[in-house]
């Protein structure tokens, strides 16, 4: 439920509402728009016949169901995008922000020249995955620590934040003390324990749909986190499983659209994990600057060849250069036609 304030409300009357509802069972979840705020009363959906008698307390203009199942990531309840602020990057602000770097962690050279080149062509936020979720047992597994230091270490040296992907509760403290975004992969979308704990961190999150889950799974993901108290979430589409095997998954891009209907959390693309693929990575992230994503998330290495890690889909660095060249010359014409990025 929304309970919607008068605009002539006066903050006692908002702290006896807050109070109203968690005396009743809910967690209250304040958002303070310019013009009105808006509390939500989030909880067990069988007690809800009892919240409508909010309507009666002082300073109360209405009380509104949230029709959805997600209910602080829905549109119903932020009307504003809700921007991601990572340093002094903004993600869902208007700007199309480009993250890249190696799949893998794996050595000081590969990440200080991964990071020379990203840095030089433009992006704003370096990745490296340090605990690596693999098909095979045998397969690189991530450099863990070692792999957080270096990171860590190349972003600070580069001046820009990093994002990494943490698999395990276990590992959330560990992985936030080193990284600026913590990475929720596909695998783990539906890893309940793991959300609601990095729901708990002051870390934002980035959040990657499911390889088999809908839209409105990966919109329920997010609610775990909100409900914990992070607002600070970035939704990735990175390709869905789907009966087409020339690409790794199937970039759906529509979810771009759907999503900024339906929430107003920012949307990032992954071309990468979608297609599998580097040469098909610029067609890709034309079309997420076209269909008004808030950015991507790409894969760079110096040397695909010998990367240990999703060599095949990883951008050379000159195609790396060519791509953000693309992406500006697309942003440019976005804005100027219809007047800003969406
Ligand atoms: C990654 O970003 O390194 C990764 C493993 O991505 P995904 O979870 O989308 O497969
Ligand atoms: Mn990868």
Redesign the pocket.
């Known amino acids: 439920m929304i309970i919607l304030l008068k605009k002539n409300a006066t903050q006692e009357q908002i702290d006896q509402v807050t109070e109203w509802i968690s005396s009743a069972g809910f967690k209250p979840h304040l958002s303070q728009g310019v013009e009105r705020t808006l509390i939500g009363a989030i909880g067990d959906d069988r007690g809800k016949i009892h919240l409508k008698s909010a309507a009666f307390l002082p300073g109360v203009e209405t009380v509104i169901p949230i029709l959805k199942p997600y209910k602080l990531a829905s549109r119903e309840f932020r009307e504003d995008d809700t921007v991601v602020r990572v340093g002094d990057v903004r993600i869902g602000g208007g700007e199309f922000i480009v993250m890249a770097g190696p799949?893998s962690v794996e050595s000081d050279e590969q990440m200080m020249e991964c990071g020379y080149v990203v840095k030089k062509a433009g992006a704003r936020i370096l990745?490296g995955?340090a605990y690596?979720?693999r098909t095979s047992p045998y397969s690189f597994q991530g450099m863990e620590e070692e792999g957080l230091k270096l990171l860590k270490r190349v972003g600070e040296k580069m001046g820009m934040p990093v994002v990494t992907?943490v698999m395990n509760t276990t590992d959330v403290d560990l992985v936030e003390t080193y990284s600026d975004i913590l990475?929720i992969?596909?695998?783990n979308m539906q890893n309940f324990a793991l959300l609601k704990k990095v729901g708990r961190s002051r870390r934002p999150v980035l959040l990657?749909r499911g390889?088999m889950t809908t839209i409105e799974e990966l919109l329920m993901s997010a609610e775990y986190i909100l409900s914990e108290g992070n607002e600070q979430i970035i939704l990735c589409e990175?390709g869905i499983r789907t009966f087409e095997t020339a690409t790794r998954n199937t970039l759906d891009i529509s979810a771009v659209p759907v999503l900024k209907e339906l929430t107003h959390l920012p949307v990032i693309i992954?071309p990468s994990?979608a297609s599998g693929h580097a040469r098909y990575v610029i067609p890709l992230t034309r079309a997420a600057v076209a269909v008004g994503a808030d950015g991507v998330?790409v894969e760079v290495h110096p040397e695909p060849e010998k990367a240990l890690s999703?060599g095949p889909q990883s951008l050379r660095p000159e195609q790396f250069y060519r791509l953000m060249d693309e992406v500006n010359l697309l942003a440019d014409v976005m804005r100027r036609g219809i007047g800003g990025l969406p």
Request: proline letters at 6%; charged letters at 45%.
């Open positions: 799949c990745r995955g690596k979720p992907e990475q992969g596909t695998r990657k390889m990175r992954d994990h998330i999703d």
